[in-house]
Every structure is written in structure tokens, then in C-alpha cells.
């Protein structure tokens, strides 16, 4: 299950997080932060992945959102899509007058806009409970998460493929082809746009629905989706810059 995934020794976890082995192991203990332990051992390790979203407060706050319904203070939660879209021209003003993003924000926002838009033209009348989406953003951190309760991609593209065999593969159509059903907007055609900037500029993306995840980081930002640990319901995106 772990073979695609780097993994991080309890030493090397707790560098990353800055806390005590100690600590860690009563994290582990109590639930807090699980670690992996392999078939037949005892030693502790740590998907690079989780330390991420644990070390993220926005992440932590979006994953118990999507997992629980609790409820989060209205800066972070967008009901409707005209909502979210004043809170993104806000983002963007705050990243254009930000020293050293001039040739980013408006790529950033490009994105955020195009990931956002998604979660409410796919989910428009068929969210399972809450409507809308989650979107914070940490311009100090450099940080944008967005996730939302609904359908889910594999769900989702069902309704036109309804042949797609896994969460895996539906995420993989939504990243790379043309699917929407929408007409032309001025920020593009979802998903695909989104992996087209990522590839070409200094943007990260972690993406996941269902138990599928794009990690787009680094120098080799090769396009793949691979199988997760566990169930995410509806999406839930980190972009870092």
C-alpha cells in the first residue's frame, strides 16, 4: 500500500513537526497522529503527506470539516459560490500589493478560482448535506486550502462515465481531460487548468477525493494520482506557493 509513498522514520517525523519522540509515540497512542507501522514490526513511520496536513492548521481545520460537519467561523466558510468569489477578489488584491508575487498572484488566484468553481458547478442542487465550500488562505505560510462536503469527483463524473472503476481514475479524467459541462468561463475549464499551471510555474498542489491524490511539488512535477490511506469525502486541495 506504502510502496508509492515516502515514508519518514519517528526520527525524522519528529524534526519535521519539531517535537520530542516522546511526544510523538503519546500522539500515536492517544490518536492524535497515527503513525504506520509496517506488517510485523513495531517501529513507527509517518506519510510525508500527514505530517503536512498536520503541521497545516488550515488543512487540519478543512480535513475535520469534510470528516465531521463541525462548524467553522464564516471567515472560512463560503455557502455560495458569489460568497467565495468576494473572498477570492480579496485574496487577490491582498497577494497583488504583497512584495514578490507580482507574477504569481494572479496565477494563484487563477487556481484557487478554477478549484472552488468546481466544488459549486458539480455539486449545484446534489449536496449530500452542507452546501459550499471551505476556503482559507495564510499569506504569511503562503498557503490556500479549499475542500467541500459534496459528491466527490468519482461520484460526480459517474453521472457522464459511468464506467469509471475507481476514485483513482475518475481523478485522473478530471485532471486531464476536458469533462465540464459548463460554458466557457474567463478562468478556463476546471481541473486540467489547474494541473496545466501547476506544471509550469512555482505552485504546489495537494489534491485529493475519495481515497485518490495528486501531489504536484518541486523541480519534477510529473502528473500522477495514486491511492491514499483513507476515504476523503468530497475534495479537499492545498495549494502552497
Request: glycine share 8%; proline share 3%.
Amino acid at each position: 500500500m506504502y510502496m508509492d509513498e515516502k515514508l519518514l522514520t519517528i526520527g525524522q517525523a519528529a524534526e519535521y513537526l519539531g517535537v520530542s519522540l516522546n511526544t510523538l509515540r503519546r500522539w500515536d497512542e492517544s490518536g492524535k497522529l497515527v503513525a504506520i507501522k509496517k506488517e510485523g514490526g513495531t517501529h513507527r513511520y509517518y506519510r510525508e503527506k500527514d505530517l503536512e496536513i498536520f503541521a497545516s492548521d488550515l488543512m487540519r481545520f478543512a480535513s475535520e470539516w469534510i470528516a465531521d460537519g463541525v462548524e467553522f467561523p464564516c471567515t472560512f466558510y463560503c455557502a455560495t459560490s458569489s460568497i467565495f468569489n468576494a473572498r477570492l477578489t480579496k485574496m487577490e488584491y491582498a497577494l497583488m500589493y504583497k512584495p514578490g508575487f507580482e507574477k504569481l498572484y494572479s496565477l494563484i488566484t487563477l487556481i484557487a478560482g478554477e478549484i472552488g468553481d468546481n466544488s459549486f458547478a458539480h455539486n449545484l442542487g446534489k449536496w449530500p448535506d452542507t452546501a459550499g465550500i471551505f476556503f482559507g488562505y495564510d499569506l504569511e505560510k503562503r498557503i490556500v486550502v479549499l475542500a467541500d462536503r459534496g459528491l466527490g469527483i468519482l461520484e460526480t463524473l459517474r453521472q457522464v462515465r459511468p464506467k469509471l472503476p475507481s476514485h483513482v481514475a475518475a481523478v485522473e479524467v478530471a485532471f486531464t481531460e476536458f469533462i465540464s459541462g459548463r460554458a466557457p468561463e474567463k478562468r478556463g475549464n476546471g481541473l486540467k487548468l489547474v494541473r496545466e499551471v501547476v506544471t509550469e510555474h512555482p505552485i504546489n498542489l495537494f489534491y485529493t477525493s475519495g481515497d485518490a491524490e495528486v501531489r504536484m511539488k518541486g523541480a519534477d512535477k510529473t502528473f500522477r494520482v495514486t491511492r491514499g490511506q483513507r476515504i476523503v469525502r468530497g475534495c479537499l486541495a492545498k495549494i502552497d506557493f
